[in-house]
């Protein structure tokens, strides 16, 4: 069973920079799809960033610049680095894993509230 625990998120100031993980069990980050999204207050989910099992990364084009993902496959985890948060990023982020046969896994969300 796959399961996606994320880690990381806070209370900062705009301007600061956080690092959020998702600790995967059940299957290899580096086999599948992983991504991050994040759902603000009154929004729909929307995705952040995206890994292929072949370490191709996209990106939201408004996010594109201040915000990196990354994987360890020996810590099976993967990372959502975020420099220079601005109150907009105020969110829950979600960790995705697309699996082969396209099923959609998500973990349970980490809060990241960026004050002005």
């Known amino acids: 069973q796959v399961q996606l625990v994320e880690s990381g998120g806070g209370l900062v100031q705009a301007g600061e920079s956080l690092r959020l993980s998702c600790a995967a069990s059940g299957t290899a980050v580096s086999v599948n799809t992983m991504g991050w999204y994040r759902q603000a207050p009154g929004k729909e989910r929307e995705l952040v960033a995206r890994i292929t099992r072949g370490g191709s990364t996209s990106y939201a084009l408004s996010l594109k610049g201040r915000f990196t993902i990354s994987r360890d496959n020996a810590k099976n985890t993967v990372y959502l680095q975020m420099n220079s948060l601005k109150p907009e990023d105020t969110a829950v982020y979600y960790c995705?894993?697309?699996?082969?046969?396209?099923?959609?896994?998500w973990g349970k969300g980490t809060l990241v509230t960026v004050s002005s």
């Open positions: 995705n894993l697309r699996d082969s046969w396209g099923a959609d896994h």
